[in-house]
């Protein structure tokens, strides 16, 4: 609960999501929630397997099973409470949900950065230095990279939470979002929001953008060095130990620049929500097809 300066509280938000015609709505709501529960059961499934399946005991499917715990907890922080509001037409949610919905949103994004540019060191790694990959990538070193990420996004999402509960919501209550997104709340506060603001501008270029630049310095040594490889076998064997993880990075990265990276006078707010589905709802679905679909070890331990 925030109070305000002239006396007044607030208990909740508005989650303003689509605004559309009841058929429409109700296709929607059906599609998201099929795409939730082939989230769920996918990324699961990847988690259980590489749990069970010695074979798969390497850095590679620790760093997998690390971004399905992510996946699994990015769509189950927003995506039920978007089902019950289009189902149910209630778009209240509680000041307390909101932070909690908040704070998984910014742990899940800073962690799964982290996670993909250090699974792009481990591909760097596997065939840049096959040799020495095991010396490198030690069980001790891979669990600590794996855990730098889970605080890094911890210690951010933490900070932004606490920012965020600070503020004042007294002009407007309405969140024109579909989940309680960081720029959404800021723009909604009646507090000069100027310093967070500089924050995430400072965060987009240290952390995003770094982590972008660090994953595409890797494949470029990856493809530097596949090049290099006389045998077109062995230039097909290497690539296709990357293509999972190039084609996730690519999936995740792709939406997200564009909509952090435009200036906010342009498309509109539906446009805004449909990209943020997109990276929030659609690709988490995808990750596991990727892995199975093009990874013949993980196929292998499915069937």
Known sequence: MINCSNGSSIHEFTIVAFSMSSPVQFELTLGIMIIYIITVLGNLTIIILVCLVQKLHTPMYFFLCNLAVI???SISSCVPKLLFITLSRDHLICFSCCMTQLFFFVLCADAEICMLTSMAYDRYVAVCK?????TIMKKNVYI??????WLVGLVNALLHTILISLLEFCASHDIHHF???LNALLALSTTDTTSQKMLIFFELFAMFLLQLILTIASYICIFSVILKIRSSAGRMKAFSSCTSHLITV??????ALFLYMKSESEDSKEQ?????????IVVPMLNPLVYSLRNKEV?????
């Open 71 to 73: 996946d699994v907890t």
């Open 130 to 134: 096959p040799l020495q990959y095991y």
């Open 144 to 149: 600590v990279i794996a855990a730098s990420c």
């Open 179 to 181: 989940f309680c997104d």
């Open 250 to 255: 690519i999936l995740f990265y792709g939406p």
């Open 272 to 280: 805004d929500m449909l990209l943020s589905m997109l990276y929030l």
């Open 299 to 303: 196929w292998g331990a499915i069937v």
